[in-house]
Nanobody, 118 residues
């Protein structure tokens, strides 16, 4: 059984930083694009950033210059470094990955709460 486990969420003041991690485990022979999504209360889940296996990245406009996505293929891990956090970044952050070239929406983690106080 393949699973993704996120960690690193928490409560931080505006302007602070957090680093999220997501580790993939199970019977895995390949991991393609990895991504971070977030969902705030009452809102739809939205894509925050993604990174391809080769290291190409993309970010939503509201986090550009503040968030950095990276991955360590040997450790099957994707990271999200979040700096200059704002209250509007408050959400549950979910990891997503294309594992074993599977089609469809990819594999999801259980989520980690990030709360930014003003």
């Amino acid at each position: 059984q393949v699973q993704l486990v996120e960690s690193g969420g928490g409560l931080v003041q505006a302007g602070g930083s957090l680093r999220l991690s997501c580790v993939a485990s199970g019977s895995i022979f390949s991991i393609g694009t990895m991504a971070w999504y977030r969902q705030a209360p009452g809102k739809q889940r939205e894509l925050v950033a993604y990174i391809t296996r080769g290291g190409s990245t993309s970010y939503r406009d509201s986090v550009k210059g503040r968030f950095t996505i990276s991955r360590d293929n040997a450790k099957r891990t994707v990271y999200l470094q979040m700096n200059s956090l704002k209250p509007e970044d408050t959400a549950v952050y979910y990891c997503n990955a294309v594992i074993n070239q599977a089609s469809g929406p990819g594999t999801w983690g259980q989520g980690t709460q990030v709360t930014v106080s003003s």
